[in-house]
């Protein structure tokens, strides 16, 4: 039962476009959703996260939006950077477990110079 | 300050055997938790522990154990290995648990 969802295995961009990354989720108890970025041999890094009660979080480069109707959120990456190139992952929490992250499978993004 | 710290870097078992990971929270961190990531897919939740006390398990099997010491580093055990087991392991450690730090895992190949 995959409960959180990345439809979309791999995305190519071009440098200094946008890049939009999405995210479906079924679980109506998450609260709590989080974007991590991976590099081969290393582990994820946060990026960004956003509350339920919200349904926009910016921080430089990097806005992710949150549809609570729709269960559906999303990661936009403007201007994208080669130095992007890497797999993105959502995560979810719900409220009543603070250390239990649910991941999606993840999207390997490619920005081209 | 330093990250999490996770040892060892990789490890190669056979069939059967035990394993011990650990790894160390960024300072001040009481949260910790553990993950296993197989190759093409997201990581997924083995156990969370807090102040020593374990605050959740995923769905593994009870040959997966783990614990939380007084320092706040923890060990994720894996007994009587199974090729499935093989896998990237990540730890990860918070304050409130809303944003985690992922250490840099351990790679586990079981022959």
């Known amino acids: 039962d995959q409960q959180v969802k990345q439809n979309s295995p791999s995305l190519s961009v071009q440098e200094g476009r946008i890049s939009i990354l999405n995210c479906d989720y079924t679980?109506?108890?998450?609260?709590?959703f989080l974007w991590y970025k991976k590099y081969p041999a290393e582990g994820p890094t946060f990026l960004i996260s956003i509350s339920s009660i919200k349904d926009k979080n910016e921080d430089g480069r990097f806005t992710v939006f949150l549809n609570k109707s729709a269960k559906h959120l999303s990661l936009h990456i403007v201007p994208s950077q080669p130095g992007d190139s890497a797999v993105y992952f959502c995560?979810?929490?719900?409220?009543?477990?603070?250390?239990?992250?649910?991941f999606g499978q993840g999207t390997i993004l490619t920005v081209h110079p | 300050d330093a990250g999490v710290t996770q040892s060892p870097t990789h490890l190669i078992k056979t069939r059967g055997q035990h394993v011990t990971l650990r790894c160390s929270p960024i300072s001040g961190h009481k949260s910790v938790s553990w993950y296993q990531q197989v190759l093409g897919q997201g990581p997924q939740f083995i156990f969370q522990?807090?102040?020593?006390?374990?605050?959740g398990r995923g769905n593994f099997p009870d040959r997966f154990s783990a614990r939380q010491f007084p320092n706040y580093s923890s060990e994720l055990n894996v007994n009587a290995l199974l090729l499935g087991d093989s896998a990237l392991y990540l730890c990860?450690?918070?304050?409130?648990?809303?944003?985690?730090?992922f250490g840099p895992g351990t790679r586990l190949t079981v022959l």
């Open positions: 995560a979810a929490r719900p409220r009543s477990s603070y250390g239990k992250l649910t």
């Open positions: 679980n109506s108890m998450f609260d709590y």
């Open positions: 990860a450690s918070s304050i409130g648990g809303n944003e985690q730090f």
């Open positions: 522990y807090y102040e020593k006390e374990e605050r």
